[in-house]
């Protein structure tokens, strides 16, 4: 199956973000490879989505969320992501690039896209996660460097950004995990900002 560009691109980001907040060493950030069976590294695999729910436990420590999510995919329903682009939509396809360590600090990083069923237009979902730093802190790293300069997008988990100006990708951080959710090839602000609360509500 295919790994779409979209997913690759936002790949590098969450990382490179660690990176600069850790202030560590120089580090390369996770990119999607074929499995070569040795080494370690963020290694992305594309599948069809199944079964398995999302769950997750809140934890002792101010601003942290554990959140034990497996596929990106559970974070949206084939309803939402219909509701959200205003069109049928194909089954979704996730993507695992696996986990990066970045000193101390460790994050995961799942994908899920919806294509509509016109082709017109898709919805992509990725999620990253972070062990190591505390919700607070990684809520500060957001706001310091994701979304400096950016317009705020209230009501939306601890901090949230839209990407651009042209607000059709929405960047979200609740506790210790990042959403990013971004539409192609239709304007609807307004629905990504809804699906943006029915996901962060889904990590607890």
Do not use: H
């Amino acid at each position: 199956m295919l790994v779409r560009p979209r997913m690759i691109a936002l790949i590098g980001a969450p990382l490179l973000l660690l990176l600069v907040a850790c202030g560590g060493g120089e580090k390369k950030a996770a990119s999607p490879t074929t499995p070569s069976g040795g080494g370690g590294g963020a290694q992305a695999t594309a599948t069809s989505t199944g079964g398995g729910g999302a769950q997750a436990t809140q934890p002792s420590g101010a601003g942290t969320v554990t959140v034990s999510i497996t596929n990106a995919c559970d974070l949206v329903t084939k309803d939402e992501a219909r509701a959200a682009l205003g069109e049928a939509v194909e089954d979704p396809q996730s993507i695992t690039v696996g986990t990066q360590s970045l000193g101390t600090t460790r994050v995961s990083i799942l994908s899920c896209s919806f294509e509509a069923e016109s082709g017109r237009s898709s919805l992509d979902v990725a999620l990253w996660k972070a062990e190591g730093v505390s919700g607070n802190e990684f809520r500060q790293i957001a706001e310091q460097v994701l979304c400096a300069g950016k317009e705020k997008v209230s009501g939306v988990g601890d901090s949230a950004c839209w990407y651009d100006a042209e607000q059709n990708e929405l960047q979200a951080v609740k506790g210790n995990a990042l959403i990013d959710l971004s539409i192609t090839g239709a304007d609807r602000p307004n629905e990504l900002k809804t699906l943006a609360q029915k996901v962060l509500a889904k990590i607890r």
